[in-house]
């Protein structure tokens, strides 16, 4: 072993550690991307409850709708009497989900024109999606949820607070077709859940 190959190791044998660990989490991670759903074979819903089965949740989901496309379902949620509450429902829900099931005392304390999706602005919607409604959550005159059954097969899996519950949509979804702020028709798996979650069989 010549002396310069020798300097030359004395400065740089850790490369010969790293380097094998950045390939290999490089390619862990590209697996992961390429196997992953699409954005539009997959639907988070935001729940405000004491608790929620989360897994058992988001496997009916993916079930049911499995023949509609469903790749994956997740489920976030956050107790309404949490503290940082109000922080996840702005930040995470806001931003990552497409559907939120919330009790009446949140939507009551937000502006939800500023993110649900008004009902009476898009064109057919609740005669498409809300059929058979029995009452709707409304602000400044206009609908931003449909009462849900917090009685029915959902509570298997949710801890619903003792108050009414409503079903809403995220108007910044990229699954709810042409409703909301994108147009794509083709993707409308969030609309599928929501008339599941309104009515879906136990």
């Given at each position: 072993?010549?002396?310069?190959?020798?300097?030359?190791?004395?400065?740089?044998?850790p490369l010969y550690l790293i380097l094998p660990l950045v390939?290999?989490?490089?390619?862990?991670?590209?697996?992961?991307?390429?196997?992953?759903?699409?954005?539009?074979?997959?639907?988070?819903?935001?729940?405000?409850?004491?608790?929620?089965?989360?897994?058992?949740?988001?496997?009916?989901?993916?079930?049911?709708?499995?023949?509609?496309?469903?790749?994956?379902?997740?489920?976030?949620?956050c107790d309404p009497s949490d503290s940082l509450y109000s922080?996840?429902?702005?930040?995470?829900?806001?931003?990552?989900?497409?559907?939120?099931?919330?009790?009446?005392?949140?939507?009551?304390?937000?502006?939800?024109?500023?993110?649900?999706?008004?009902?009476?602005?898009?064109?057919?919607?609740?005669?498409?999606?809300?059929?058979?409604?029995?009452?709707?959550?409304?602000?400044?005159?206009?609908?931003?949820?449909?009462?849900?059954?917090?009685?029915?097969?959902?509570?298997?899996?949710?801890?619903?607070?003792?108050?009414?519950?409503?079903?809403?949509?995220?108007?910044?979804?990229?699954?709810?077709?042409?409703?909301?702020?994108?147009?794509?028709?083709?993707?409308?798996?969030?609309?599928?859940?929501?008339?599941?979650?309104?009515?879906?069989?136990?």
């Amino acid at each position: 072993m010549n002396r310069k190959f020798q300097a030359r190791l004395a400065y740089s044998w850790p490369l010969y550690l790293i380097l094998p660990l950045v390939l290999g989490f490089t390619v862990s991670y590209l697996f992961y991307v390429s196997h992953r759903p699409a954005y539009f074979e997959t639907v988070d819903v935001f729940v405000g409850a004491g608790g929620v089965e989360k897994d058992d949740f988001a496997k009916k989901i993916e079930t049911e709708l499995s023949d509609d496309g469903m790749k994956e379902a997740t489920v976030t949620y956050c107790d309404p009497s949490d503290s940082l509450y109000s922080q996840k429902l702005s930040v995470v829900g806001y931003n990552g989900s497409d559907l939120f099931l919330l009790p009446k005392s949140t939507l009551e304390s937000i502006a939800c024109s500023d993110i649900m999706l008004p009902f009476e602005d898009a064109e057919g919607f609740v005669g498409s999606y809300c059929g058979g409604a029995s009452g709707f959550f409304e602000q400044d005159g206009k609908s931003y949820g449909v009462g849900i059954d917090a009685s029915g097969w959902l509570s298997d899996y949710v801890s619903f607070v003792d108050e009414d519950y409503y079903l809403c949509v995220n108007s910044i979804s990229k699954n709810i077709g042409d409703m909301g702020l994108y147009d794509n028709p083709e993707y409308d798996l969030a609309l599928k859940e929501f008339v599941y979650l309104r009515g879906g069989a136990a």
